[in-house]
Structure formats: structure tokens, C-alpha cells
């Protein structure tokens, strides 16, 4: 197995796992979310948004634009999760949202190289 595969389905496991501990409402996840004011109606739509993340991760590993454009579009995500923690003055949070976005911005670098 190459290492850009590795890489991909430890991103594609970490960004899963994120997505389902929104979509189930995991305390140490939603709680967070309500105290940066991000409206419970969104919660589903950010699960949802990993989820297809995580799955395009995946078919990444078929069809690389597929993968490409959801790596990039996880970054993305995570940028806004950082961007969201830091206007709610949540700074020791905001390695978290770095934890999962590492993998992700690896499985690109890999990629690309």
C-alpha cells in the first residue's frame, strides 16, 4: 500500500469520525459549537459536510480529482472551523480543528508529490 493511500484513509478515518460525533451530538463535540454560537440547525450540514468529505477522500483514491477537490474543500472547512474558534475568543481550542485538517493537507502533499 502506497503512502498516499495511508495517509488518505487516516484522513478519510479522522474526518469520518469528526462527522459523526456532530451528526450523533457527541456532548464533548456540540457543546463546544453552542458556546462559538454556531446555530444547532447547522450542526447536521457540518456533519453532513465531512461525511462527503471523508467519502470523497476515499474515491480519491480512484479518481484523484475527486480526492483533490474534497482534501481542498476539507481545508477549507477546517480554516473556517479555526476562523470560528478564534472570533469566539476559544483560543486553547484551536488546535482541534488543526488536529484533523493535518491529515488531510497531508494525503494533498503526498499526492502532489
Known amino acids: 500500500m502506497s503512502t498516499h493511500a495511508i495517509v ?3 484522513a478519510a478515518a479522522m474526518v469520518g469520525f469528526s462527522a459523526i460525533s456532530v451528526l450523533v451530538h457527541a456532548k464533548w463535540v456540540v457543546e463546544p459549537l453552542a458556546d462559538y454560537g454556531v446555530p444547532r440547525t447547522w450542526w447536521p450540514w457540518l456533519g453532513a459536510a465531512k461525511a462527503a468529505g471523508a467519502l470523497g477522500l476515499l474515491a480519491g483514491l480512484a479518481v484523484p480529482a475527486i480526492g483533490v477537490t474534497a482534501g481542498v474543500c476539507l481545508v477549507l472547512y ?5 476562523t470560528t474558534v478564534l472570533r469566539a ?11 484533523y485538517a493535518a491529515p488531510v493537507v ?6 502532489a508529490a
Do not use: I, Y
Open 78 to 82: 477546517f480554516v473556517g472551523a479555526v
Open 8 to 10: 488518505t484513509l487516516l
Open 89 to 99: 475568543r476559544s483560543f486553547a481550542h484551536v488546535p482541534f480543528p488543526l488536529l
Open 106 to 111: 497531508g494525503s494533498l502533499a503526498v499526492g
